[in-house]
């Protein structure tokens, strides 16, 4: 079972839908830098939470992150390899300041 854990963190590029699901709610996914750690990770939100996060945050925002830590493999599209992953998974995000 996964942790859930609270991140800080900066947006460094501005939330984009890469896909639906069945119900056609968007998911949605960002890169961010923790602010802890430093570390850059994908956030990812489904539904509500998607659609909250392309209305309102922006490249340069901080936000804080309720979610988990999600490892996953996947093929590379451009080179056919499989390749590994770590993701935040968000149950929550709330908005903390403007950036840019």
């Known amino acids: 079972m996964a942790v859930k854990k609270e991140f800080e963190c900066c947006l460094i590029e501005n939330p984009r839908v890469v896909g639906y699901v069945k119900d056609g709610k968007p998911i949605?996914?960002?890169?961010?830098?923790?602010?802890?750690?430093d570390t850059v990770y994908p956030v990812t939100g489904f539904r509500g939470i998607a659609e909250s996060m392309i209305e309102h945050l922006r490249k340069g925002d901080t936000v804080r992150v309720w979610g988990e830590l999600r490892k996953s493999n996947?093929?590379?599209k451009n080179s056919g390899t499989e390749?590994?992953?770590i993701e935040i998974v968000a149950d929550d995000i709330e908005f903390v300041g403007g950036g840019e």
């Open 83 to 85: 390749r590994r992953g």
């Open 28 to 37: 949605v996914r960002v890169l961010v830098r923790v602010i802890e750690s």
């Open 74 to 76: 996947f093929i590379d």
